[in-house]
C-alpha cells in the first residue's frame, strides 16, 4: 500500500463547486481507496492505494469519480509524503529572517511545464509578490493578501499550460504531518 494526497481545485470556494467531504469520503472509498481521509473543505484527500499507479492515473481516476458523481470538472493534482517533506526542507523563503510564514504558498503542478512556459510565468507582472519555480513546485510568497494578488492559479495555469492548486503554508505542513501520523498508526 501507498500513500497519496489528492488535491483538488476550486471546490467549495465562494459557494461555487459544493462538496461535502463526508459524501467525497464515501465515493472515494466505494472506488476502492482506502484508509480515505480528508482535510478541511478545501479538498485535501488521503488515502492509501494498492498495487503501483501512477499518479496520472490516480488525478484520472479521481476527477472523472468527482465529474461522474457530483458533475463538476475539477482540477485534481496527486502528490506523495516524499514530495511534501522535500517542499518543507526546501522552500527558499524559510531562509528569510522574521518570514511571516502566512505569505508562503505551494502551488503544485499536475506536470512539469516547459521552460518557454517557466520563462512565460516569470516574466509575468504580479509584483511585488515573489516566485521559485522548482518542477512541479512554484514556492510562492505574496507581499500583498494573496486574495488581492495577480499571481493566481488562472495567471498560472495560463503561462505554464498546466493543472496547478495551491495551498497555505500551514495546509501543506498539516497533510505532511498526516502522512506521518499515519506511518506512526
Same mark, same amino acid.
Given at each position: 500500500?501507498?500513500?497519496?494526497?489528492?488535491l483538488l481545485r476550486g471546490?467549495?470556494?465562494?459557494?461555487?463547486k459544493l462538496i461535502k467531504m463526508?459524501? +467525497?469520503? =464515501?465515493?472515494?472509498?466505494? /472506488?476502492g481507496f482506502q484508509n480515505v481521509k480528508t482535510y478541511i473543505q478545501s479538498g485535501n484527500i488521503l488515502f492509501d492505494v494498492s498495487g503501483n499507479p501512477t499518479p496520472e492515473l490516480l488525478e484520472?481516476?479521481?476527477?472523472? +469519480?468527482? =465529474?461522474?458523481?457530483?458533475? /463538476?470538472?475539477?482540477s485534481v493534482v496527486v502528490t506523495d509524503k516524499e514530495m511534501l517533506q522535500w517542499v518543507s526542507?526546501?522552500?527558499?523563503?524559510?531562509?528569510?529572517?522574521e518570514i511571516d510564514l502566512k505569505k508562503l504558498y505551494i502551488t503544485f503542478l499536475g506536470t512539469e511545464p516547459v521552460k518557454e512556459n517557466i520563462e512565460a510565468l516569470q516574466n509575468a507582472s504580479f509584483e511585488p509578490d515573489e516566485i521559485v519555480i522548482n518542477k512541479r513546485i512554484i514556492f510562492m510568497k505574496y507581499n500583498?493578501?494573496?486574495?488581492n494578488s495577480k499571481l493566481n492559479n488562472k495567471l498560472i495555469?495560463?503561462?505554464l499550460k498546466v493543472t496547478a492548486t495551491a495551498r497555505?503554508?500551514?495546509?501543506t505542513l498539516k497533510l505532511l504531518a498526516m502522512f506521518q501520523e499515519r506511518a506512526a498508526s
Open positions: 500500500m501507498k500513500s497519496y494526497v489528492a471546490i467549495n470556494v465562494s459557494g461555487q463526508e459524501t +467525497l469520503r =464515501k465515493v472515494v472509498e466505494d /472506488f484520472s481516476q479521481i476527477h472523472e +469519480l468527482i =465529474k461522474t458523481h457530483f458533475g /463538476f470538472d475539477v526542507k526546501n522552500n527558499p523563503y524559510l531562509k528569510e529572517k500583498n493578501p494573496a486574495g495555469e495560463n503561462k497555505n503554508w500551514n495546509t
